[in-house]
């Protein structure tokens, strides 16, 4: 078990690295209690309406590569909206739950064409509009007349193939874009 000191420096490193980026995050990293490994928590209100995995993703692409396998290795994470509570990100939706439908909602998705309708509404430069989000992809398939659960579902699809944005997903759809 990681000695209480080195708890602290992950602390703080994390801290360091994140706060630039994420401004007024709170990070807080424990020794084992519930799990058998430390826990890191970390808060910011910019993971207000991103699913669990998309959120996971916002505090690994902030951190280098290279530091994380160091140093951040072997935590359990959670990344929490300032109200939240570890319990409530333990009962988020995961891309597990949906993986036998996700062969047929992105061939609906497709269908739906959403794809162009993405690309229309994020512009020349994808990548660069993109919210970092699935807002654009909610909003068209909403347009699109699916059901609320439905869009829940596509967009944990959508993380299980590796789309953790709108960008992304124009990308999972049309893989000739070059997005
Ligand atoms: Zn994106």
Redesign the pocket.
Known sequence: MPARSQLERLQKLLKEILAPKLPGVEVEVTPPARWKRPVAVVRWGGFAGLLAEQRFRVVVSNIPSEMFERDFHGLIWFELTPGEEIDDYLRMPRSDDVAKKAESLMAAAMQSGLAAKLKESLGDDA?KS?G?SFEAARRALAGAGWSKTRIEEFCLAALGRGAY????VIALLQPESGI
């Open positions: 990548g993109c970092g944005c709108d960008c992304e």
